[in-house]
């Protein structure tokens, strides 16, 4: 199974802050990547695929990248709104889809 | 606009069994892969298990296999998951989801599995 692992566990940031964190896949899988916003007692919601394609009505202070192994977020500009946890995905592989276990971002 | 309504969680004891439904609109089902992917409390999310458009083929995580099982009514839009032989660490927000270039979320729904 791919492994995805994410740093840093926790960031704590200032507003206006850039401030960015990262995924890295046990094997290659090309940017086959997906980054998902989670909000307290909320479902997650979809960011970022395909490593830096941005979903329809995601703010632009959002942007994702990297291919193989190594992949990024980040936020440009730190708002109120994006504390959450933030996880990243991989979905090259038919089984299974594996997460990150998680950045929680506080401020 | 696609929503994702998940139904059936509960408490339940150990060894019991659950089935979850997913009602889905605003897309046509029939054309998507789906999935179940689950979070126990305080922790991260966890890929469950995945069909095929078609229901032809279903894969799922090893901590479930053959005991969870996942299927689909595309008449009706609708995902299912059944649930045998719980467990205590099944205790989880299951949420289903659309798989295209990522994946849109339901809102869960808490399955409780405990004495």
């Known amino acids: 199974d791919i492994q995805m692992t994410q740093s840093p566990s926790t960031l704590s940031a200032s507003v206006g802050d850039r401030v960015t964190f990262t995924c890295r896949a046990s094997q290659s899988i090309s940017t086959w990547v997906a980054w998902y916003q989670q909000k307290p007692g909320k479902a997650p919601k979809l960011l970022i695929f395909?490593?830096?394609t941005l979903e329809s009505g995601v703010p632009s202070r959002f942007s994702g990248g990297g291919s193989g192994t190594h992949f990024t977020l980040t936020i440009s500009s730190l708002q109120p709104d994006d504390v959450a946890t933030y996880y990243c995905q991989q979905y090259n592989t038919v089984s299974p889809y594996t997460f990150g276990q998680g950045t929680k971002v506080e401020i | 606009e696609v929503q994702l309504v998940e139904s059936g969680g509960g408490l339940v004891q150990p060894g019991g069994s659950l089935r979850l439904s997913c009602a889905a609109s605003g897309f046509t089902f029939s054309d998507y892969w789906m999935h179940w992917v689950r979070q126990a409390p305080g922790k991260g999310l966890v890929w469950v298990s995945r069909?095929?458009?078609?229901?032809?083929?279903?894969i799922y995580a090893d901590s479930v296999k053959g005991r969870f099982t996942i299927s689909r009514d595309n008449a009706k839009n609708t995902l299912y998951l059944q649930m045998n032989s719980l467990r205590a660490e099944d205790t989880a927000v299951y949420y289903c989801?659309?798989?295209?270039?990522?994946?849109?979320w339901g809102q869960g729904t808490l399955v409780t599995v405990s004495s």
């Open positions: 989801a659309r798989d295209h270039n990522g994946f849109v």
């Open positions: 395909k490593a830096s």
């Open positions: 069909i095929k458009s078609d229901g032809s083929s279903a």
